[in-house]
């Protein structure tokens, strides 16, 4: 074991150093990914990280995500989004939230809690409001994010679930796996490192991921003094999280 060297933030012992720092900005959600960060405040404005400062972008959004199939949008009217040579282009679907961290994959779910996945056709061709087409996934999810290999879902009920043998070509898998814990939402990484924000708003990693236990075998809790967060992202070996109150955590 070693001890974690915090600037800003004290965790007192892990098995891998993290160095954090707090970041300007108050925002409510966050999202990172082959390198880009976007982000949302508290009254819809969009934002994207470029070097150390935050740069404005057009357009007001619920929920923003960031992928290999580009970046995209829910807007208040629940209305998705996809950025399009600089602009929003609205597209078919009605989501509150939505995830383009597979591979190439694009998901998402809507105000009833229904889950929705387009193939890595669908979600990298679509450009209009008459794409992509989308295939419904059985199960009821609250959040559901993806990486390169599995996707991870919280229920209403905050109960957690991973979804297995998920493919560019068959974004739907084949079953759920339940997973311990109850979680406000998980979020999977580029390189299919998975974290979450449990019922308490504090951070989780879950370890013993494997090809053979794509469910991985426990989470173990990342420390901080007196926090509390609403969500969580991971790009590049680079923790974003943000607190309860905006404040946006960057870790590495």
């Not at 974690?4 to 966050?30: D, E, H, N, T, Y």
């Not at 949008?73 to 600089?86: I, M, P």
């Not at 794409?131 to 199960?139: D, H």
């Not at 493919?167 to 084949?174: A, E, F, I, R």
Request: proline share 2%; charged share 20%.
């Amino acid at each position: 074991m070693r001890l974690c060297v915090f600037i800003l933030l004290l965790i007192p012992v892990c098995s891998w150093a993290l160095f954090c720092r707090q970041v300007r900005g108050r925002m409510k959600q966050i999202d990172a990914s082959n390198g880009q960060v976007y982000a949302v405040d508290f009254g819809g404005n969009v934002f994207t990280r470029r070097g150390n400062s935050w740069a404005r972008v057009l357009g007001r959004m619920l929920h923003v995500t960031v992928g290999a199939t580009g970046v995209w949008g829910t807007g208040r009217d629940q209305v998705l989004y996809r950025q399009v040579d600089g602009s929003w282009a609205i597209l078919a679907g009605e989501l509150t939230q939505v995830d383009a961290g597979g591979d190439q994959i694009l998901v998402g779910v809507n105000r009833r809690n229904n889950v929705f996945c387009s193939n890595k056709m669908a979600a990298v061709s679509a450009v209009n409001h008459n794409s992509p087409r989308y295939k419904v996934i059985r199960g009821k999810m609250k959040y559901y994010s993806c990486g390169p290999q599995t996707c991870w879902g919280v229920s209403p009920s905050g109960y957690v679930f991973c979804r297995l043998n998920v493919h560019p070509g068959s974004c739907t898998g084949t079953h759920w796996r339940r997973v311990d814990g109850r979680f406000l939402m998980v979020e999977v990484g580029t390189d299919g490192t998975v974290y979450g924000i449990d019922i308490r708003g504090r951070v989780f990693r879950r370890t013993g991921i494997s090809r053979c236990r794509p469910e991985g075998r426990r989470w173990v809790r990342v420390h901080f003094l007196r926090r509390s967060f609403r969500h969580v992202s991971v790009d590049l070996g680079i923790l974003w999280l943000v607190e309860r109150n905006g404040n946006v955590i960057q870790c590495r």
